[in-house]
């Protein structure tokens, strides 16, 4: 990864501008970025293996549109159960500092947690 050059201006640096090379280069993309990723933390798997495991990741959610959330459905679970066994009815603020959330966010759990509750039974 290169860096850009600044010219010193007498109020501000101005970034120098860039080659054609470079502002033509396509950004890594998500799987790309993966990949990096994994070969840096294990670079045991690196070479042809690794090449061959991101072209059948490419051929198998070629297309797709993903929506990667910040934490993990257990996590959210926990958080939800959290949320169930501390609230009384009057406190969701205090529960919701207690736990690190918005208000909202208790609020839309416990609606979450009565409207699947009632489609179970």
């Given at each position: 990864m290169t860096t850009a050059k600044t010219i010193a201006h007498p109020v501000k640096?101005?970034?120098?501008?860039?080659?054609?090379?470079?502002?033509?280069?396509?950004?890594p993309d998500l799987v790309d970025r993966m990949f990096d990723y994994?070969?840096?933390e294990f670079p045991q798997i690196a070479g042809e293996q690794l090449s061959a495991a991101k072209s059948a990741v490419r051929a198998e959610f070629c297309g797709e549109e993903v929506y990667i959330p910040a934490r993990g459905?257990?996590?959210?679970?926990?958080?939800v159960a959290?949320?169930?066994s501390l609230?009384?009815?009057?406190?969701?603020?205090d529960v919701a500092r207690q736990i690190g959330i918005s208000r909202s966010?208790?609020?839309?759990?416990?609606?979450?947690?009565?409207?699947?509750?009632n489609r179970s039974e």
């Amino acid at each position: 990864m290169t860096t850009a050059k600044t010219i010193a201006h007498p109020v501000k640096a101005v970034p120098a501008r860039a080659s054609l090379p470079a502002l033509a280069a396509p950004a890594p993309d998500l799987v790309d970025r993966m990949f990096d990723y994994l070969s840096a933390e294990f670079p045991q798997i690196a070479g042809e293996q690794l090449s061959a495991a991101k072209s059948a990741v490419r051929a198998e959610f070629c297309g797709e549109e993903v929506y990667i959330p910040a934490r993990g459905a257990v996590e959210r679970q926990r958080q939800v159960a959290q949320v169930l066994s501390l609230f009384n009815g009057r406190n969701a603020t205090d529960v919701a500092r207690q736990i690190g959330i918005s208000r909202s966010s208790v609020y839309r759990f416990i609606k979450q947690s009565r409207l699947e509750r009632n489609r179970s039974e």
